[in-house]
């Protein structure tokens, strides 16, 4: 298995808190890994510093190395613009922008970077809805805004609009903890159709959904990976008492 | 009296209190807009806007040159006071998470409730008698600018901060450069905020009377010369008040009302942009369907 993603004594802060202390953790290429833990462990965090995120919050700084197909997206010269285009995020709240429709929403990623051919983003807009499962619902109202349409429905909108942008990997802030579960069963659905081509992490408080989905699981605790393996593996035979208790429900 | 009683009392009498202080505050403006229309109104007619004061009180006199005048001074001021104030918002909400930051918007608030006359003064150190312009056009919309600049300024922030921090990260999470998401979405996002304070800022600027004292002074002339002395509104109503003619003195009427009238206008021209923007729009731009019937 080839990884994606290292990291590399990874440490986060918010000002004096420290949020993530001395991560080392792989995420394996063309698979999704899960990171699991109860509220505050800092599993945002850890993704947020992959694709240099978490820098925009004031106050706060990373230390440690994080890898991008062997590459330091940290190391001095690196623009943290191009990281974030070849790292697509989605976040918790579905946050599509309610001055543009869905047609300019899907494709913001290309219009405000400067691609103005028509023809290239048209292809896009279908491609892109099409990958997210929306497509069939949105077609005929590509014009309306992207707030007119349902949570679930813009969520899926998020999804595209990071897709437009051709990442390699696609990062998910618990996408689903605002969604019914028929739309959560709709975007786990389409995780696993898009797992073949990119690599996706995705953070997410409900372990069902971790089992279901993911290839890896990762469980972290205040700030620390506790264990990291294949998913059946951790939720059947976990090897750290922590990830236990934390599974069985007994805390968290 | 029981407890219940008592409280019922209390409750009518705070009510009360509080319904007597508005008739209290509404009753001035009432009565000066009742006054200034029922005084003012005699005095407009096609020629009183039309022609040029004369400061004699003879016929055929107006405050056409004044309403020109006027509609100049806050031209050019907008044209210096919206960009710089607009800026400013943009760099302080933006940009401004430092100490410079802090002290920037510490001194837009200090500004903002500064006496204006301290401002003409500033003007008047600095355009008419350092730069040796005199008193103009110029000077009077320098000393309107600087007035303008921390209302935009503020307001501008105050509207940015309102979009919500998901919209940011949203773009900033695709690839999108910081300087694009702030023009692109966080403006777009803010449009009505920004523009609702840039309307205020000028109905504010536009009955300003001390500051032009010191820099745009007066004429009887028509002029639109941006370095000659230039008439205006506020001061054509004070000059007139002054003078001892009745002609004169309605003339100030007369002109308090269209000068009320076209702030109230700015006003409430805000007001209905605010309504209309506020009912979500459905439709928000058309780019699939019209390019799809263009290429048919």
Redesign the interface.
Known sequence: MEDKIVTQGLNAYFGDVHAIKGVDIRIPKNAITAIIGPSGCGKSTLIRCM?R?HE?V?GARVEGKVMLDGKDIYAPGTDA??????V??V?Q?P???????I??NTV??LR??GVKD?KVL?GT?EKSLKLAVLWDEVKHN???????ISGGQQQRL?IA??LA?EPEVLLLDEPCSALDPIATAKIEDLLFDLKDRYTIVIVTHNMQQAARVADYTAFMYMGELVEFGVTKRIFENPEKELTEKYITGRFG | MNRYAYRKLKDRAASGLALACVVAALVPLVYILAEVVRVGAPAINWEFLTSRTKGTGEPGEGIGNAILGTLLLVGYASLIGLPVGLLTGVYVSEYG?NRFGTTVRFFNDVLANFPSIVIGLLAYALVVDMLNVGFSLIAGSFALAIIMIPIVANTTEEALRLV?N?????????????W??VM??ML??A?AGIVTGALLSIARIAGETAPLLLTAFYSNYWSASATEPIASLPLTIFRNYNSPSDVLLHQAWGAALVLILMVLTLNIGVRLFMMKRNR??????????T?LSLRA
């Open positions: 694709n995120m925009i004031r613009v191009m990281v974030r285009t070849k697509g995020m976040f709240k946050n599509p922008f309610p001055t543009m429709s047609y300019d913001a990623g405000l970077t028509w048209d807009v590509l014009d309306a805004s992207g707030v007119s998020c609009r990071a942008v | 998470n919500p998901s919209l940011r990260e949203g773009a900033l999470a695709l690839g999108v450069p910081r694009k998401t692109k979405v777009a996002n449009r979500k729009p459905k439709v928000v731009k058309k780019t699939w369907k390019r």
